[in-house]
């Protein structure tokens, strides 16, 4: 039973295009939501959250959006750039403070020259 | 000066043996956590610790003993090893107050 999607294992874009990566989650309970970059070999890295009182944050390049009437999160990078390529997991928590994440199964994000 | 470390990065051992996996973490942080990722890519949590306390337990097998014996340090014994225990194993910790959680490099465990 997964409660956090993410539907395209894999996304190909053009460098300084938008890259926007989608995740869909099914517990009502989750509140919290965040995404994460893995390079291969190492531990995935915290990239940005989102509370589900707010239905964007931005950081730089990155910007979160939160739908949560169609449970629906996308993260949103742009321009993307060749070190952006790597593997992004959504996560949420049910509640701030509540560290039990429940994470997607990634997708992986490829930035053509 | 590694955030989160853990060693080995890698393991390969025979079915039935019992191995240890260790983790550090030099933030300060009160809570670690170990996940699993497996060969699907599905990365799940396992156990977390809070100050030496035990506060997650995902239905884990017994064969899978958490040990913490300071809060710095989150050590994963697994007894008995079986071929679905290889994976890629995560180490990671958070402070309460702040969110995100810092994950070390990882653990591939092989199983033959």
């Known amino acids: 039973d997964q409660q956090v999607k993410q539907n395209s294992p894999s996304l190909s874009v053009q460098e300084g295009r938008i890259s926007i990566l989608n995740c869909d989650y099914t517990?009502?309970?989750?509140?919290?939501f965040l995404w994460y970059k893995k390079y291969p070999a190492e531990g995935p890295t915290f990239l940005i959250s989102i509370s589900s009182i707010k239905d964007k944050n931005e950081d730089g390049r990155f910007t979160v959006f939160l739908n949560k009437s169609a449970k629906h999160l996308s993260l949103h990078i742009v321009p993307s750039q060749p070190g952006d390529s790597a593997v992004y997991f959504c996560?949420?928590?049910?509640?701030?403070?509540?560290?039990?994440?429940?994470f997607g199964t990634g997708t992986r994000l490829t930035i053509i020259p | 000066d590694t955030a989160v470390s853990q060693t080995p990065k890698y393991l390969v051992t025979q079915m039935g043996n019992d191995k240890s996996i260790k983790c550090e973490q030099n933030l300060g942080h009160d809570t670690m956590y170990w996940y699993k990722q497996d060969s699907k890519k599905f990365l799940k949590i396992m156990f977390s610790?809070?100050?030496?306390?035990?506060?997650i337990n995902e239905t884990v097998p017994n064969r899978f003993s958490p040990k913490s014996p300071d809060k710095a340090h989150l050590n994963l014994h697994i007894n008995s090893l079986e071929l679905g225990d290889s994976a890629v194993y995560f180490c990671a910790s958070s402070d309460r107050d702040l969110w995100g959680q810092f994950f070390g490099p990882g653990t591939r465990l092989t199983v033959l």
């Open positions: 996560a949420a928590s049910a509640g701030f403070g509540n560290e039990k994440l429940t």
């Open positions: 610790y809070n100050n030496k306390e035990l506060i």
């Open positions: 517990n009502s309970m989750f509140d919290y």
